[in-house]
């Protein structure tokens, strides 16, 4: 087994708040694995910082052997690592279809001034853009509202089309950002199914997440911070029954 993303001694501080400290983690390839911990354990910095949104402190993070420290975002994503945001952020005035093509941008090759004069190879791409960005929301159940809206679809649709347009950069890790929150149970069910396809397509899932049955459910490997540094790492069987994991939820419902 080979890791996809490996993350040494990182840490982040924020003037005199340290929010991640000494953080070791290896992403196999092709799993799902979560990170878990209390509110303000540090779980989005972690993902901030794999993603580019701000540097480490200190430590490195890496991704199939190349140092993503200082890269910026779309290098980030052009490397073939894509995330979604606790709060979604579609482009809701635009159509659904419109949305997924946004997250093809980084692959395309038309420069401006093909853009602008409309070249055979620039309106070809164009095309080869609208297929693969339809066969992504057929995949994900959204084809037949291509046309709508963002913002008019249902909340669990909207979760759904935010995957799917990070789907589109064409990623080999996908990093989900509580991407349960505000999901009545079906909904759930649904993206819990999602992901175990996602998964088994060959795509390493990196999943922070609060709903518990949800991580008990799908993952293959969970880590567990609280107040910024790691205190547990193994199946969920094993994770279950940490008494570290259990006092830092303490009335937090794990066992929901």
Sequence with gaps: MTDALVL????KWFGGLHAVEDLTM??????IVSLIGPNGAGKTTVFNMITGVYPPNKGSISFKGKKLNHLKSNRIISQGIARTFQN?????SMTVLE???VGMHCRTKSGAVRALLKTRFETREERVIVDKSMGILEYLGL???????????????QRRLEIA???????EILLLDEP????????????MELIRKLRDTGLTIFLVEHDMKLVMGISEIIAVLDHGQKIAEGPPAEIQKNEKVIEAYLGSGLDD
Excluded at 180 to 191: D, I
């Design 8 to 11: 040494e001694n990182v840490s």
């Design 26 to 31: 290896n992403i196999p390839k092709g799993k």
């Design 88 to 92: 979604i952020r579609l482009f809701k």
């Design 99 to 101: 949305n997924v093509q």
């Design 143 to 157: 084809a037949e509202a291509h046309n709508e809206y963002a913002g008019s679809l249902p909340y669990g649709d």
């Design 165 to 171: 347009r990070a789907l589109a950069t064409g990623p």
């Design 180 to 191: 349960a929150a505000g999901m009545n149970p079906m909904e759930t069910v649904e993206l």
